[in-house]
């Protein structure tokens, strides 16, 4: 996020795209419905009517994968009216000319086609953003699980430039983090192109640097992403993975084509609290300790950096994961990995990660937290980014052409199939509480009651749905939150794995997987049951708990 | 300048605030049961009258901004009798069951009748017949033990913006309830449990604490291992047992202050779950056989020397974890660049 979460409240405007945040992010979410109860205007871009798509003023419900040519007409219609900030382009930005070119021939008539917004709609959101100062975008998946993924971002920036909008309070563009500590991943380099801190493992001087602090020679050589590991294994050129907390073949799209990779390894080593799907496949399967039972930080959307701290024991043997690392690496003879506690392992990395140079332990302790980038300990972190000037001097703009998404519903596929989570479960990890699975026990997908009447079914009757890559049988819950000709699944479930529908056409950047359009068809299918022995066992749990 | 004396101290406000708040800027603390700064002030419980000079009626301190040259007391013999007297209506139409009630030690009605000597109800007692409301895995809810304090209903409209609960009739026989007195169920209700910490009695109690008497449980505070938001809480601990019993919010979390979700606040069953992995286990023709740590990372530190000398550093890959700390990431892609020597470590950031 540009911004923090609770300049939310003080904003005069959300412009909220492809997140269903009261679910996906409650707390932001309430943050959102109380500055909307106070009078902040509200806009949401989703095909689903979702909780805050009812308190918006104005809800656009664009046909899925369509976003870039809503972008870009949003701001044919800035450029058009002049509405644009002339000053902040010229001093803050640079490519303006190619993207005010490229607008053009998004009229609002082509974007309408496009999108199935009405023209009045598009003209309202364009005028409602450019014309409030304190304006800030919010987005999650739903931007960047697309095969367009990378371009939304860099189109949401291209609105967010023109405007004026990046560098001030309550305004900005602000990616919702899925993950706990999705963000400190990145800024660790838990990626295959930079070191912690986002420096770059093709660059000589972060080679040098890092090196010399690891006292051995590191690769030039870029490493893999997650799809193209998989790629690679398959093909048996990738023979060991070692996964850490990731269950990939539950979560990553295209599921029967993860399998096949791991099956096709040689060693796989898997780090985990619970016996995940991946864990099944794995050689040796170790127990880690959970959050609760961990020293370390955690870093949130709105990069501030925070502690967690042990409260129990972890179970049986279980051992905190940096530590289960250092036993694999003393044991391949490795140095530099002596390590005394979670602190000293900070130490080492906030000595080589420039944006937490600054942050010890104690002042995380003291100071509830720093928003990074905060180099120096006398700095007091960082609450919104880019005020006066960008890091790279002037920011550069990217024009983006509208692509569809790689997959269309046709005639044996009808149903266009989005995917996403729901309140009361997060990721996988929330079934095994016994409280939270009994409040949403099973996968309830959402259809429109168009098609429940088509199929001749009632609430919590059973589905098969099928794409081109696999079949799932789920319960439906019928309801106009989707449109007629779609629906929505989450992927909590393993009794009904999504991701074994969703397709694995990636966007071309970041090999983001388009997980929210497939197309797929559905038909009512009979209660057997063997077929559903493990959800009739949560059923009874369900009624021994509530009676 | 707003100028008053509060309790014969003199304080000086920018700018008008409520008696309360100004009063708690001299250490004053007025009882209440149904003010909390987060919300819109109600003037219900009238335990927060004061007396003003130059006034002939006491007035709710919650309910009324300073102005200029008001010379407040707040705790006079009359106003103590006052209190001393609505205190006494509230446990009259109250069961007295403190000894088992599962708000004992937290209840502010129970905390206010120690400090005002109001041992025994004078009024007699006619027990509503409200049936117990616990057909949900979240809460229970008790209305006889309900004080109308509406804390509830505007914690879920003001702060949750759910608007599940309302104030429903009048007198003795007003009640707290849902649209059409239904209990409590996921189909209107973002069970978030906001109402729950919030209320001030034993009429709203979290299903998860029952059984424990709060100074049984160690907090520790740590923050929440779900979705991005950050959100700070404090873990519940029986330490005897090495049980996380459950979540409690504290008001100072930089991000979501006093708010949690259902997930945040009921989620912590899954760490003492019997399904949690608690020894290495090594796959042998197929099937998982326990083994000792040492035994598993010797086996992994041979077949990883292995691989790495037959098929070089490139055919090892490793998947990092946005569910994991800093520190586990920061060793686990270190391990992969120095120890292994490839930059094929990834995690699910796109995903």
Known sequence: MTNSVNEVLDAELLFVIGSNTTEAHPIIGNKMKQAVRNGTKLIVVDPRTTELATMADLHLPLRSGSDAALINGLMHIILREGWEDREYIETRTEGFEAVEELVKKYTPEVVSAITDLPEEDLFEAAKLYASHRKAGIFYTLGITEHTSGTSNVMNLANLALITGHVGIESAGINPLRGQNNVQGACDMGALPDVYPGYQKVTDPASIARFSEAWGVPVSDKLGLRIPEMLDAAVAGDMKVMYVMGEDPVLTDPDANHVKKAFESMEFVVVQEIFMSETAKLADVVLPAACYAEKEGTFTASERRVQRVRKAVNPPGQAKQDWEIIVAIAEKMGAEGFDFLNSEEVFEEMRSLTPQYAGMTYDRLENERGLQWPCPTLTHPGTKYLHKGVFPRGKATMVPVEYKGPAEHVCDEYPILLITGRKLGHYNVTTRYSALLDSINPFEEAEINPREAEALELVEHDTIRVTSRRGSIVTRVQITDRVKPGSMFMTFHYRESPVNELTQSAFDPITLTGEYKVSAVKIEKVEWKDEQYEDEIHRFKRLELLTH | ?351
Not at chain 2, 65 to 83: F, H, K, S, W, Y
Not at chain 2, 164 to 190: M, Q, W, Y
Request: hydrophobic residues 35%.
């Open chain 2, 1 to 351: 300048m707003i100028r008053i004396t509060i309790d014969g101290i003199p304080l000086e406000l920018e700018k008008p605030i409520n008696l309360l708040e100004a009063a708690k800027l001299v250490g004053i603390n007025i009882p209440n049961l149904c003010y909390s700064p987060e919300l819109t002030p109600y003037g219900g419980c009238r335990l927060c009258l004061v007396e003003i000079e130059g006034r002939r009626m006491p007035v709710a301190s919650c309910s009324r901004l300073a102005e200029d040259g008001m010379v407040v007391r707040t705790n006079t013999p009359q106003i103590r009798e006052i209190r001393r007297e609505l205190l006494n209506l509230l446990i009259s139409n109250h069961p007295m069951d403190c000894l088992t009630c599962e708000k004992v030690g937290t209840c502010d009605l129970q905390r206010l009748c120690y400090e005002y000597g109001v041992t025994t109800p004078s009024y007699p007692y006619d027990p509503p017949d409200i049936p117990l409301d616990d057909q949900n895995p979240i809460m229970v809810r008790d209305q006889s033990k309900c004080i109308k304090c509406g804390k509830c209903v505007r914690v879920c409209r003001e702060i949750q913006v759910s608007n599940v609960l309302e104030h429903v009739g009048r007198g003795f026989s007003s009640t707290v309830t849902t649209a059409g007195d239904r209990p409590i169920s996921r189909d209107f209700c973002r069970m978030c449990g906001q109402c729950v910490a919030i209320c001030p009695t034993g009429a709203l109690t979290n299903k998860e604490f029952a059984g424990y008497r709060p100074w049984e449980l160690k907090k520790v505070r740590t923050t929440c291992p779900f979705c991005g938001t950050g959100c700070t809480f404090d873990l519940n601990v029986d330490v005897k047992n090495n049980r996380v019993v459950g979540v409690t919010a504290c008001e100072d979390a930089p991000i979501n202050g006093t708010q949690l979700c259902v997930k945040g606040r009921f989620h912590t069953d899954f760490i003492s779950s019997e399904e949690r992995l608690t020894t290495p286990l090594i796959k042998k023709d197929g099937e998982f056989v326990p083994a000792s740590w040492n035994e598993a990372i010797n086996l992994i530190a041979t077949r990883f020397g292995e691989i790495k000398a037959k098929h070089g550093a490139n055919a090892f890959s490793g998947l990092s974890s946005a569910r994991c700390t800093n520190e586990d990431n920061y060793t686990f892609q270190k391990f992969m660049r120095a120890v292994i020597g490839t930059n094929n470590v990834d995690h699910c950031a796109r995903t």
